[in-house]
């Protein structure tokens, strides 16, 4: 009798520790189904630049099997392409939500499209979920100071808390001292600046400001949000007549606007865009194409960033059988896979994220990391940190 109790103790025993081993595993995959780092996408359709930086995400995701370690990695998409930004900021509102993508504890970063005013205007809605940002382009420099009639109520549509974001853009400094050197061996000898009123716009024409005084070069400095497609309003701008035209904008509708406005009012100048290379290709986005230029660096400026965008190229053409959509592919690429080395280290534990963000020094993109907005133009790749307190925003840079 005594034995049947021995076996019996050893089998309850044997049964317990293979039901707690059962169970254990169970749990540990139920975990591991669990574990998914989310990426907001906000992507349009409608936005060449914005394609190709999304081509770039996808490419990175692809490569990595879809996961980031051991995390599945999942892109929450929301076409934002149709939506219209209110006139007013106070109406921000009225965007249709994606409340709905903000509110899992998992939801790690936003990867957004190239200077959106749609995205400008979801940005609070972001911050409010506390998500991390990446834009590529410095949108989110230009919030510090937005050239918009509602920059009031617009900041105050942002809770006190903290905004974390890369701010990837085109090495504008350096494209926009090209624009005037081409306008000037081309004979101007005088320049509108034309700003599209955001950080990068204001960034171009301030850098190429300063370059067209070099050259002894007379300027005027507008801004597209102070544009009103009038006659009136075009005798006041015309009025000296300048030799050309240097676009500092990344396809803003205004910009378009501006140019068909300009030539049915018989302006014949160059019109010379740092940052057309993105929407020139698009077929009908100018009525009138004529002596509208988009430049690129001169080839004796190319510089690590240049040749690796190229080697890019290559291994692209050779993978797929075609060229990227444009450097922003690469953009996307680099920036995607930075964020998603970040992510296996971290999983989805949004503070782990953040603050691994932080500690990232410098990012290099095809077009390098030259962001210019009110403090300058700092010429060293650079994350940027913008915290709002007390509903003022207060900018930092930290350099290499």
């Not at 990175?60 to 939506?83: C, F, H, P, Q, W």
């Not at 009225?94 to 509110?103: A, M, N, V």
């Not at 782990?352 to 210019?372: D, E, H, M, P, Q």
């Amino acid at each position: 009798m005594k034995r049947i109790f021995i076996w019996v103790g050893v089998c309850v025993f044997f049964l317990a520790l293979l039901g707690g081993g059962y169970l254990w595993f169970s749990k540990e995959e139920t975990v591991q189904e669990e574990q998914v780092v989310k990426f907001l996408i906000p992507y349009s359709t409608s936005h060449a630049s914005a394609r190709s930086v999304y081509a770039g995400v996808d490419l990175a995701l692809a490569e990595m099997g879809g996961y980031a370690g051991k995390y599945l990695i999942e892109l929450v998409r929301v076409d934002i392409s149709n939506t219209e930004v209110p006139a007013a900021f106070d109406d921000v509102k009225k965007i249709p939500s994606i409340i709905e993508h903000l509110d899992d504890p998992a939801l790690l970063a936003s990867i957004g499209p190239i200077a959106s005013p749609v995205h400008i205007a979801i940005a609070p809605l972001l911050n409010r979920a506390r998500v991390a940002q990446m834009g590529f382009s410095v949108t989110y420099t230009g919030l510090s100071k937005p050239n918009y009639a509602s920059a009031d109520e617009y900041r105050n549509l942002f809770p006190t808390g903290e905004l974390t974001f890369f701010s990837m853009t085109a090495n504008g400094e350096r494209q926009s001292q090209v624009a005037v050197e081409f306008a000037w061996r081309r004979g101007a000898n005088s320049l509108m600046l034309l700003s599209d009123g955001i950080a990068f716009g204001e960034g171009i024409v301030k850098s190429a400001g300063e370059y067209a005084a070099t050259k002894q070069m007379t300027t005027i400095r507008y801004s597209l949000p102070e544009f009103a497609s009038s006659t009136k309003n075009f005798d006041e701008i015309f009025a000296t007549r300048p030799d050309a035209i240097i676009v500092g904008s990344f396809g803003s509708p205004r910009l378009f606007e501006f140019v068909n406005a300009a030539r049915e009012y018989g302006y014949t100048g160059d019109i010379i865009g740092p940052s057309f290379s993105g929407t020139i290709e698009n077929p009908g986005t100018f009525i009138h194409t004529e002596n509208i230029f988009s430049v690129d660096p001169l080839p004796d400026q190319e510089d690590l960033v240049s040749v690796r965008a190229k080697e890019f190229e290559r291994n692209y053409f050779e993978a797929y059988g075609e060229k990227p959509a444009s450097r922003f592919t690469l953009a996307g690429y680099e920036a995607a896979s930075l964020v998603f080395r970040i992510a296996a280290e971290t999983g989805p534990d949004k503070t782990k994220f953040l603050n691994a963000l932080r500690t990232v020094r410098s990012i290099n993109t095809a077009y390098g990391l030259v962001a210019f907005n009110e403090y300058g133009a700092p010429r060293d790749p650079v994350l940027y940190i913008s915290r709002l307190q007390d509903k003022k925003w207060v900018f930092e840079q930290e350099m290499e």
